[in-house]
């Protein structure tokens, strides 16, 4: 199930351009405000977490060096489990306001609308295009030592953990092995981005990937996101010419 959550500036004051934490964090206070229950086995869970949220898409962007300045945006919340939303969904509207750190002091915001959009069908190939950017890591020998490396789209080990990742937590949702089709065939507008999450940085990248696998793994990655820390807002992706209304954004769009 995917929502579209529409929001509007209430103070008008940037936004910071690093935002994702804050609105992963907020996300979940409201998801506990309104199903404990579900948000402490989710909190508890050491597995994965079958949820992804976009980036804020700017529906009127004004210029502003210091941070995102805008009246009204909306991101998509997505996940395979309907639970989710609705507690997310019931959370927001039972407490509409929240606020985003910004360079000028704290940004109210306010929940506008939220829409429950149409599921799509799949067949064994799909053109994706990021809403969020794909974090996919590893782990390599440096100096005797482990050390986590972020992947890029220029690496193969990066299409092999992003498929070894999607297979683990299709697995783990529905406690069953999927059928194991998994292929990226063509990439396109690699961006790389650095995004801040706490007090440490992700290197991450919008893309476009076109991929062949099975529909029930397409299904999965379109509504639980594609490699890691999908809660963070990591991942979300769309359809690429699919009939929903973001097929058109650009990559400056989705920053």
């Not at 579209?4 to 351009?17: D, Q, W, Y």
């Not at 801040?196 to 992700?202: F, L, N, T, V």
């Not at 992706?237 to 973001?246: G, I, R, T």
Request: net charge neutral.
């Amino acid at each position: 199930m995917r929502s579209k959550i529409t929001v509007r500036n209430l103070s008008n004051l940037p936004v910071n351009f690093d935002y994702q934490y804050g609105l992963a964090s907020m996300l979940y206070f409201k998801f506990a405000s309104a199903d404990v229950k579900l948000a402490n086995e989710t909190h508890s869970h050491q597995g994965f977490k079958f949820y992804t949220f976009s980036n804020l898409i700017l529906m009127n962007k004004r210029h502003d060096k210091s941070g995102l300045c805008f009246e009204r945006a909306f991101f998509i919340l997505s996940s395979p489990d309907d639970r989710f939303i609705k507690s997310f969904a019931e959370g927001l509207l039972q407490q509409p306001e929240f606020y985003l750190d910004g360079p000028k002091g704290k940004a109210n915001l306010g929940i506008e609308r939220i829409e429950i959009l149409k599921d799509f069908s799949f067949e064994d190939e799909c053109w994706f295009k990021t809403l969020s950017p794909i974090y996919v890591k590893t782990i390599r020998k440096e100096n005797e030592s482990l050390r986590e490396i972020d992947l890029y789209p220029t690496e193969p080990k990066f299409y092999e953990n992003l498929h070894k990742n999607l297979i683990e937590r299709f697995s783990e949702f529905y406690g069953k092995a999927p059928a194991d089709y998994f292929d990226v065939i063509e990439t396109a507008d690699i961006k790389p981005k650095r995004i801040k999450i706490a007090e440490s940085y992700r290197r991450c990248n919008l893309m476009s990937l076109k991929i062949q696998a099975s529909s029930e793994l397409l299904k999965f990655a379109y509504e639980a996101g594609l490699g890691e820390k999908n809660a963070m807002g990591f991942g979300c992706v769309d359809v690429v010419n699919s009939s929903q209304q973001m097929k058109n954004l650009t990559a400056d769009e989705r920053r």
